[in-house]
T-cell receptor
């Protein structure tokens, strides 16, 4: 089945130690998103890739970076994790062809990676 | 700007009770509306969607109707089960803006046997 996969499901890192979370998709969608979700809150968009174009949300800290080496994969890098970065990180995909078919207005989410910072 | 307002939880119901979770939106243009469900420790799963006024989305016994006149997309289910216990998010998106989602704050549903 076509899907969005995130690895690992659980990640433990130490304060200040860089960590990378990965996301892959078999949907061939051109847009990929990274969200941060803290307990009992809605997901917060960090950034998205539209094809190869990186788009940062204005309030995303510089500590968060992303790479998209190809259509299928996207990585979230946290350069120096702080205790406040402990959260669930969600990857999602969508197809946006600027209104040309086939576009979809739906985002498809992966299962998430739970990050713990010690 | 665009936004979604969702009723606060938690909502606690007995099994087989009727469920309503209110959702209203503010948006320019013609957004699509969604309900997502999140089970503990999991990502968001699409529950249902509607793309234009008067459309009704439905799935697994859940329904929601896109009401442009009241800018609402309330989620309903006639008879909830314990397995429906989860957090429900209402959201809107617009296809010409990289499908950016605006989420409500989420409503936690607890269903007791």
């Amino acid at each position: 089945d076509a899907m969005v996969i995130q690895n690992p499901r659980y990640q433990v890192t130490q304060f200040g130690k860089p960590v990378t979370l990965s996301c892959s998709q078999t949907l061939n969608h051109n847009v990929m998103y990274w969200y941060q979700q803290k307990s009992s809150q809605a997901p917060k968009l960090l950034f998205h890739y539209y094809d190869k174009d990186f788009n940062n949300e204005a309030d995303t800290p510089d500590n968060f970076q992303s790479r998209r080496p190809n259509t299928s994969f996207c990585f979230l890098d946290i350069r120096s994790p702080g205790l406040g970065d402990a959260a669930m990180y969600l990857c999602a995909t969508s197809r946006d062809n600027s209104g040309r078919a086939p576009s979809t207005d739906t985002q498809y989410f992966g299962p998430g990676t739970r990050l713990t910072v010690l | 700007g665009d936004s979604v307002t969702q009723m606060e939880g938690p909502v606690t119901l007995s099994e087989e009770a009727f469920l309503t979770i209110n959702c209203t939106y503010t948006a320019t243009g013609y957004p699509s509306l969604f309900w997502y469900v999140q089970y503990p420790g999991e990502g968001l799963q699409l529950l249902l969607k509607a793309t234009k006024a008067d459309d009704k989305g439905s799935n697994k016994g859940f329904e929601a109707t896109y009401r442009k006149e009241t800018t609402s997309f309330h989620l309903e289910k006639g008879s909830v089960q314990v397995s429906d216990s989860a957090v429900y998010f209402c959201a809107l998106s617009k296809i010409y803006n990289f499908n950016k989602f605006y989420f409500g704050s989420g409503t936690k549903l607890n269903v007791k046997p």
